[in-house]
């Protein structure tokens, strides 16, 4: 319940966040251009609000809707998700939308994406800044990785270590990383000191999507951390820091491996090869009834030589911008996917959004995934879909070419179809949270 609660919260904050800095950016360059803003609501408030209010001598009311599905700006004189046709029937008034030119009602109407892709790479660069950029390059990674059956199926094998994608040069594991390889034709790997070449399907992604499998993870190198006290590792004189090659002769890369070799040698004694500052060494050492050797294993940063680059106030927003612009880009490529079958079936709402925030409160992951849903949030609402941003945008751009208005009743009718069709569409992907949270 505690895990639940702090995953809501987190998704909450991070939403407000991002809703109230898209409408700002509505609603900064309509008061720039004196069009008059009726509303400015957090969340939506069909037949009420929790909150509300209105300055004196002001046009905009203020408030926070009960319906925490988004947020909007009533603007005046515009066809919205408000339908206000009572308003659209009277005669054009000079603080309006539909008064303005049609340069100033585009800027109007991409602000709200530009300020979140804006803050996306402010959230980005502060991140930079405050903790900067740590990561596992592969080359360190000297156990490998472990990878999914369906990257076994094509030819990857554990501990197999990364190197290039058609000839680029990979770095560490990372979305990007990861469009990389599926994207590429062939991939290059490191396994036992020979380059091994894997040729790539085209439907790979398609694949991994499909078994909802990770394509691949860092493997755990057996590395000592502590003896635990009265059992055979700590009699036998193992320490921090000492890497487990193998027992009985049977080479153990990784902490799987390692497990299995020791589930069929229970209260036994067992000859342990490892490593010790460069130098090989045995030992026998006594199992308990479960096989175990009575070890703690190093975590990964231990285990790793971990990288961390720092960057100071002004080098970080350069990187800031890098992040944003290979976050959107990763994601506008991965969005081909989602027109296929099985990228269909994968869509997820609200449960999965707030399923990718961590279980406990960790300021530097709840600030990337806030930045990268403000990644998200900027590139589906540009999408050319009526009731959406991008919608406003293509009219307006037809407008622009031609010189001619639509129909305020052909705007009308596309407005409803786009709400009804995002209404469906924000059905269909929670019906496959609560299909996956029930039957998976």
């Known amino acids: 319940m505690e895990t639940f609660l702090i995953k809501t919260v987190q998704l909450l904050l ?17 008061r720039l251009f004196k069009v008059r803003v009726e509303k400015f609501y957090l969340f939506f408030d069909p037949w009420f609000s929790l909150f509300k209010f209105k300055p004196k001598n002001s046009h905009t009311e203020y408030g926070v809707g009960w319906l925490p599905l988004g947020g909007y700006v009533k603007i005046a004189g515009m066809i919205d998700e408000s339908m ?39 959230i980005y660069s502060m991140i930079a800044y405050t903790w900067g950029t740590t990561y596992i390059p592969f080359k360190n990674a000297y156990a490998g990785m472990e990878y999914c059956q369906s990257a076994k199926e094509i030819g990857f094998r554990d501990g197999d ?6 000839g680029a040069e990979l770095g560490f594991m990372s979305s990007e990383t990861l469009q990389q390889i599926v994207e590429a034709k062939q991939v290059q790997v490191l396994r036992n000191n020979d380059t091994v070449t894997i040729a790539i399907p ?16 860092y493997r755990i190198p057996p590395v000592v951390y502590e003896a635990s006290a009265n059992t ?43 490593l010790r500052n460069g130098a090989l060494q045995t030992t026998a050492v006594a199992t308990d ?13 231990e285990s790793y030589e971990v990288v961390t680059e720092h960057y100071g106030f002004w080098e970080s927003f350069p990187k800031g911008i890098e992040l944003g612009v290979s976050k959107l880009t990763s994601y506008v490529n991965s ?30 992951s709840f600030w990337s995934m806030t930045a990268f849903l403000s990644v998200i949030l900027a590139f589906m609402n540009i999408l050319p879909i009526p009731a959406l941003d991008g919608g406003h945008v293509l009219f307006l751009l037809y407008e622009v070419i031609t010189r001619r208005k639509p129909n305020e009743k052909f705007m ?17 992907a929670n019906g496959n949270d609560i299909v996956r949270f029930f039957f998976k």
């Open 14 to 30: 991070s939403l407000s966040i991002l809703v109230i800095v898209h409408e700002f950016g509505h609603f900064i360059f309509a």
């Open 335 to 364: 969005m081909k996917y989602v027109f296929t079958k099985e990228g269909a079936q994968s869509l997820g709402g609200f449960g999965a959004i707030g399923s990718i925030f961590p279980e406990r409160w960790d300021w530097e």
């Open 289 to 301: 009834s479960v096989g175990n050797l009575g070890i703690l294993i190093s975590p990964l940063v």
């Open 232 to 274: 055979g590792a700590q009699r036998a004189g193992l320490l921090k820091g000492d890497r487990i090659l193998s027992i009985d002769s049977v080479a153990t890369p990784s902490l799987d491996e390692l497990h299995q070799v020791l589930s069929t040698r229970r209260d036994t004694t067992v000859t342990v090869a490892y």
């Open 84 to 122: 206000d046709r009572e308003q659209m029937k009277q005669p054009p008034k000079p603080w309006e939308f539909r008064s303005k030119p049609a340069w100033q009602r585009l800027l109007i109407m991409v602000a709200g994406v530009v300020f979140n892709f804006i803050l996306a790479i402010f």
């Open 412 to 428: 009308e009718y596309a407005q409803m179809c786009g709400m009804i069709f995002l209404l469906a569409l924000l059905i269909y």
């Open 202 to 217: 085209k439907d790979f992604m398609l694949r991994l999507i499909d078994k909802e499998e990770q394509f691949a993870m």
């Open 161 to 166: 270590i990364p190197l290039t994608a058609d």
